[in-house]
């Protein structure tokens, strides 16, 4: 059974850094591109990051640039967000999902295509 699982999520002060994971399994990681997206409360969801299943092309929104870094170690199906110098703006529900690409080294952030998604971390940014 395919399925994604987050965690890290927490309470962190501004100026902070907090370290997302996503687990996955069920499925191989040869065609699989991995996304982080959030959603604040009463916004719409938002893409943050996508990582390739090859690992060699990476995306950010342009909120992140520059704060956040996507990895993944396809031994362990794992990918992880660093997420640095945090901001409340940062504040929202983190989800990861899965999507299918013929090509190994493609990975959007747009939201159609990612067809499996995990439960969500919490991540609050407070003082």
């Known amino acids: 059974q395919l399925q994604l699982v987050e965690s890290g999520g927490g309470l962190v002060q501004p100026g902070g850094s907090l370290r997302l994971s996503c687990a996955t399994s069920?499925?191989?990681?040869?065609?699989?591109?991995i996304a982080w997206f959030r959603q604040a409360p009463g916004k719409e969801r938002e893409a943050v990051s996508c990582?390739?299943?090859?690992?060699?092309?990476?995306n950010y929104a342009d909120s992140v640039k520059g704060r956040f870094s996507i990895s993944r170690d396809n031994a362990k199906k794992t990918v992880v967000l660093q997420m640095n110098s945090l901001t409340p703006g940062d504040t929202a529900v983190y989800y990861c999902?899965?999507?299918?690409?013929?090509?190994?080294?493609?990975?959007?952030?747009?939201?159609?295509?990612?067809?499996?998604w995990g439960q969500g971390t919490q991540v609050t940014v407070s003082s």
């Open positions: 990582i390739s299943a090859s690992g060699t092309t990476t």
């Open positions: 999902a899965q999507a299918y690409y013929t090509d190994s080294m493609v990975c959007t952030l747009r939201m159609f295509g990612y067809d499996y």
């Open positions: 069920g499925f191989t990681s040869d065609y699989y591109a």
